[in-house]
């Protein structure tokens, strides 16, 4: 559960007066909020210029190259986490899977980003639901409050349903739904009363 204030656990929908292109649509987990600043995963964008299979081949993870093993690497896909170290790997998942190094966000969802799940994934071993991302989103000591201020982002509650099995398009306008607003209805204008 997040502390007061913070937002570690919810998600990020991107308003119409997102400036920055990069966010433009975007649906962000938030991994971690503290005073220091937040880190997040864009969940809601393909990453296109690598699959499963050639991100197992370059890290030199063993997989089966049977046709029905190599058709099920096939599905899984990689999302752009974010703008920031766009060659790393982090996997959002649910918490049935634990490693030591494993980050603990809710009673549902952790954040693991080492070979090893990435390993137990291709193996068929790994958590019940995950989603793999590379690169992440990341804001500086009151850079995130400030574009919440700004009308930049919204803030929902986040649940499995949502970030694991919504498909990519639908998880802005369910997210929106969930808070009663439609996306159509929104303004990119903003202000201060």
Request: with cysteine; hydrophobic share 40%.
């Given at each position: 559960m997040a502390k007061q204030g913070y937002l570690s656990g919810q998600l990020l929908l991107a308003m119409p007066s997102m400036t920055d292109p990069r966010f433009d649509g975007s649906v962000i987990y938030i991994c971690t909020h503290s005073e220091e600043g937040a880190m997040g995963l864009v969940i809601n964008k393909l990453c296109d210029n690598?699959?499963?299979?050639?991100?197992?081949?370059?890290?030199n993870i063993d997989h089966d190259d049977d046709k029905d093993t190599q058709s099920s690497l096939d599905n899984i896909t990689l999302h752009e986490g974010g703008p920031v170290e766009s060659g790393r790997g982090f996997i959002l998942h649910s918490a049935d899977y634990v490693q030591e190094t494993t980050l603990i966000i809710s009673e549902t969802i952790?954040?693991?980003?080492?070979?090893?799940?990435?390993?137990a994934i291709a193996a068929g071993e790994g958590p019940q639901d995950y989603l793999i991302a590379l690169?992440?989103?990341?804001?500086?000591?009151?850079?995130?409050?400030?574009?919440?201020m700004r009308n930049s982002w919204l803030s929902i509650e986040?649940?499995?349903?949502?970030?694991?099995?919504?498909d990519l398009e639908l998880k802005l306008p369910?997210?929106?739904?969930?808070?009663?607003?439609?996306?159509?209805?929104?303004?990119?204008?903003?202000?201060?009363?």
């Amino acid at each position: 559960m997040a502390k007061q204030g913070y937002l570690s656990g919810q998600l990020l929908l991107a308003m119409p007066s997102m400036t920055d292109p990069r966010f433009d649509g975007s649906v962000i987990y938030i991994c971690t909020h503290s005073e220091e600043g937040a880190m997040g995963l864009v969940i809601n964008k393909l990453c296109d210029n690598i699959d499963f299979p050639d991100l197992l081949s370059q890290l030199n993870i063993d997989h089966d190259d049977d046709k029905d093993t190599q058709s099920s690497l096939d599905n899984i896909t990689l999302h752009e986490g974010g703008p920031v170290e766009s060659g790393r790997g982090f996997i959002l998942h649910s918490a049935d899977y634990v490693q030591e190094t494993t980050l603990i966000i809710s009673e549902t969802i952790a954040l693991t980003a080492t070979i090893d799940i990435l390993t137990a994934i291709a193996a068929g071993e790994g958590p019940q639901d995950y989603l793999i991302a590379l690169g992440f989103s990341g804001w500086g000591r009151g850079q995130l409050e400030n574009e919440i201020m700004r009308n930049s982002w919204l803030s929902i509650e986040a649940d499995e349903e949502l970030v694991f099995r919504t498909d990519l398009e639908l998880k802005l306008p369910r997210a929106l739904a969930k808070l009663g607003v439609d996306i159509s209805m929104l303004s990119s204008q903003f202000g201060t009363a």
